[in-house]
């Protein structure tokens, strides 16, 4: 039996075939384990001076916003309809934009994780590169 707690680790996929729905559930589930990841990193930020004490408000204002756009989709997945791969995109821009602003409020270019940009920048462009090699065959 799962815990009432962990059921928002599972949406449910809008069509069983539809593997832009299965992706997009994969981002939810990991989104809602970064935003915990997020939200418990503010406290020993604030004590190895990570993160100065005024930009709290605005560090949790975008844990909010990602949390909100989190709900909105796992919701959006809930209506069982197709997921197109723009949408899917956007997702991935909302999530690179947030860490962008999460790292930018952190130390800034200083940052020793700001390399994850880089990550997550190249997972995109490889992300449309073969999608625009699919379409051609």
Avoid at 25 to 40: D, K
Avoid at 58 to 67: G, I, T
Avoid at 68 to 86: G, I, M
């Amino acid at each position: 039996m799962k815990l009432r707690l962990f059921t928002l680790l599972d949406p449910p996929l809008s069509q069983f075939g539809d593997s832009n729905a299965a992706k997009l559930a994969w981002v939810v589930r990991l989104r809602w384990i970064a935003l915990c990841a997020q939200g418990l990193s503010i406290l020993p930020a604030l004590r190895f001076d990570l993160l100065e004490r005024p930009r709290v408000p605005l560090f949790l204002s975008v844990v909010a916003a990602l949390a909100l756009l989190n709900a909105l989709t796992w919701a959006r997945l809930k209506r069982k309809s197709d997921v197109s791969q723009p949408e899917l995109g956007a997702q991935l821009f909302a999530d690179i934009a947030a860490l962008s602003a999460l790292l930018g409020l952190s130390g800034g270019a200083w940052n020793p994780l700001v390399p994850l940009l880089f990550f997550h920048a190249g997972l995109g462009i490889g992300f449309h590169t073969s999608n625009l090699y699919t379409g051609f065959l």
